[in-house]
Nanobody, 124 residues
Framework: QVQLVESGGGLVQAGGSLRLSCAAS????????MGWFRQAPGKEREFVAG????????YYADSVNGRFTISRDNAKNTVYLQMNSLKPEDTAVYSC?????????????????WGQGTQVTVSS
């Protein structure tokens, strides 16, 4: 089993930046695809970003592409989401996810492990 714990959420003004961290434990995640989903109140959970085990390939939702950067430090068993130029519509609970497959997917059910989430609130 893999346990994922997010941190770094908070309140920030529009245009600001925030860096989320996801600390994994229980297993080494170096070969796992990792990613982030988010869910705003009253809305469906949506894919935000994904990264392959080696870190060489990443994929982003159109809504965050160019503003967010996903990265990983396998030596620390940690994944990050750097969020810049934040907008009020980025307000959501952000969850770290992991899958044992090798492909980045945007499908909720393809991810086996989920963190509890961290709240990101962007004020206007």
């Amino acid at each position: 089993q893999v346990q994922l714990v997010e941190s770094g959420g908070g309140l920030v003004q529009a245009g600001g930046s925030l860096r989320l961290s996801c600390a994994a434990s229980g297993r080494t995640i170096s070969s796992y695809v990792m990613g982030w989903f988010r869910q705003a109140p009253g809305k469906e959970r949506e894919f935000v970003a994904g990264i392959v085990g080696s870190g060489v390939w990443t994929y982003y939702a159109d809504s965050v592409n160019g503003r967010f950067t996903i990265s990983r430090d396998n030596a620390k068993n940690t994944v990050y989401l750097q969020m810049n130029s934040l907008k009020p519509e980025d307000t959501a609970v952000y969850s770290c996810v992991s899958r044992t497959g090798t492909a980045i997917t945007r499908t909720i059910h393809s991810y086996e492990y989920w963190g509890q989430g961290t709240q990101v609130t962007v004020s206007s």
